[in-house]
Nanobody, 126 residues
Framework: QPQFVESGGGLVQPGGSLNLSCAAS????????ISWFRQAPGKGREGISCISTDGDYTNYADSVKGRFTISRDNNMNIVYLQMNNLNVGDTAYYYC???????????????????WGKGTLVTVSS
């Protein structure tokens, strides 16, 4: 069973930055689009960014556009989410996920995810 692991979360002051990583075991991330989601306490899950298999297509939610950057290192089998200019509203658990039917897709989206990590907590506070 594939396992996804997110890392890089933590406590940061407003205006600060964090770089999240998504790695996987028993699953080759390189062959799939990867999506990032977040869920704040008491709120629903939000798809915030995704990247195609080849990295040429990316998508961002309006709430993070211009501040977050998604990228992938297919040599290392890792997907990153660079988060800059963080604000209190970014406080949430962050998850990476993949749709197993999207093998080698040059598109990405936020539906039909089959594999999820357990999340990493990002807390933005002064």
């Amino acid at each position: 069973q594939p396992q996804f692991v997110e890392s890089g979360g933590g406590l940061v002051q407003p205006g600060g930055s964090l770089n999240l990583s998504c790695a996987a075991s028993a699953f080759t991330l390189n062959y799939y689009p990867i999506s990032w989601f977040r869920q704040a306490p008491g709120k629903g899950r939000e798809g915030i960014s995704c990247i195609s298999t080849d990295g040429d297509y990316t998508n961002y939610a309006d709430s993070v556009k211009g501040r977050f950057t998604i990228s992938r290192d297919n040599n290392m089998n890792i997907v990153y989410l660079q988060m800059n200019n963080l604000n209190v509203g970014d406080t949430a658990y962050y998850y990476c996920a993949a749709d197993r039917s999207a093998f080698m897709s040059n598109f990405c989206e936020y539906v039909d995810m089959d594999y999820w990590g357990k999340g990493t907590l990002v807390t933005v506070s002064s």
